[in-house]
């Protein structure tokens, strides 16, 4: 073999070792790569399966979670009803009962109270708030006081609200304007 063909042939087999080289680095960075891939699928299989767990576990509290919710309103609840009871058995006259009734109405305000929830009763004279009043009317005040226009004129019914949400909004009368 001439030196020309030699080298011709040299240049040959280098490039099918630089060829052959490059395909094994190749062949690593893919493998490098499918580990890599393995390992995030796997991951995100075991945050699937976690995730998958918390639903299920969410699902099967939120029943026992209601059930004890609605116990500790009965439980704060019952002692007015044991009130109810004694009035009942009291009502000789119309005064033991009245005041049975308010000692009723009291233990269920707190019954209410130490579950968070609070009554809404607006004095006449107050500003009128529509996040915690409903006007039904519009009429001036019975009592004869000076009220302002769209200020509350009376108080129909007590709201009542638990933190800052509104189970019920107090019905309220607005004292009349000039538009009136």
Known sequence: ?????????????DDAATEAFEQDAGS???SDEGDEYAALNER???????YQN???????????IRSAGIASIAR???PALDQFDLALAAAGDAESLRAG????RSELLKGLAANGVEAVEPAVGDAF?????????RQPPESGAEVEPGSISMVLQAGYRLGDMVIRPAKVGLAPGEED
Do not use: G, K
């Open 1 to 13: 073999m001439s030196a020309p063909e030699a080298r011709e042939n040299h240049e040959e087999l």
């Open 76 to 78: 704060s609840l019952v």
């Open 44 to 50: 995100y299989l075991r945050m699937l399966a976690d």
């Open 28 to 30: 690593s960075e893919s």
């Open 101 to 104: 009734m308010r000692l009723i």
């Open 129 to 137: 708030d529509p996040n915690l009043h409903e006007a039904v009317l």
């Open 54 to 64: 918390f639903q299920r576990r969410t699902l099967e509290s939120e029943p026992r």
